[in-house]
């Protein structure tokens, strides 16, 4: 039961609430309003007008864009579920803390030290997770896949010797990281490096650029490769954004 002075609180709350809410949300809340049963629609609503300063980024394609290669319902589940929660979970891990919700995602992940204690693991794995994805679903597009051209070819034949042997290594990396992670392509200084990640972690919070990245979660592939992970990676391959990856070596490179 609530008591008058909270009933009258949660009333003016709301109020203020309402009048920022969008047409569709507001008109649900006005008919529930006139009910008895009043207090837990409005406690949803303040719930969802919470502070959210992270936001997931939409897909920068549709969902079925990078079939057969990913299907379209892991995509839609990648990125509507399994990022959404990593972004859901940050903002619940920086809401007592609005400084770091000023913060760019890069900026938190870069220098995880600068986060207190208490809420540092929750934005290595939730932090990592809503900016390693945000970057996963650019390093994608439709009709996808081939080489690199111009700088970053070099680059890599230098690095790597061919751009077959620096597959070959990612594809290792990928495989080889014993359950949920990622491979990744990173500059390290001024140079390219090939190097796994467990979890959430990115290569951003130990100092180096990530350029390309493989996300060898199950959710990632379960619903169409199960188990097999190798026809998962040998797959992406096809639907790699190169000039999306260029682009990052020539300003990490700059
Ligand atoms: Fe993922």
Excluded: C
Aim: proline letters at 6%; charged letters at 20%; hydrophobic letters at 40%.
């Amino acid at each position: 039961m609530m008591t008058r002075r909270q009933a009258i609180k949660t009333t003016a709350l709301a109020s203020a609430a309402f009048a920022t809410l969008p047409s569709a949300i507001a008109q649900t809340t006005a008919t529930t309003t006139t009910s008895s049963t009043t207090i837990a629609p409005l406690e949803q609503v303040l719930v969802s007008t919470a502070p959210q300063p992270f936001k997931l980024p939409p897909l920068p394609y549709a969902y079925d864009a990078l079939e057969p290669h990913i299907d379209a319902r892991t995509m839609e589940i990648h990125h509507d579920k399994h990022h959404a929660t990593y972004v859901a979970n940050l903002n619940k891990a920086v809401a007592d803390y609005p400084d770091l919700g000023k913060k760019s995602v890069e900026d938190l992940m870069k220098d995880l030290n600068a986060v207190p204690e208490k809420i540092r693991t929750a934005v290595r794995n939730q932090g990592g997770g809503h900016y390693n994805h945000s970057l996963f679903w650019q390093m994608m597009k439709k009709d996808g896949g081939g080489e690199p051209t111009g700088n970053l070819t070099k680059a890599i034949d230098a690095n790597f010797g061919s751009f077959g042997e620096f597959k070959g290594s990612l594809s290792k990396a990928a495989l080889g990281q014993f359950g949920s992670g990622w491979a990744w392509l990173v500059m390290d200084g001024k140079q390219l490096k090939i190097e796994p990640s467990a979890n959430q972690d990115t290569p951003l919070s130990s100092g180096k650029t990530p350029l390309l990245g493989l996300d060898v979660w199950e959710h990632a592939y379960y619903l169409k490769y199960q188990n097999k992970r190798a026809d998962y990676i040998t797959a992406w391959w096809n639907v790699v954004n190169w000039d999306f990856v260029s682009e990052r070596y020539a300003k990490a490179k700059a």
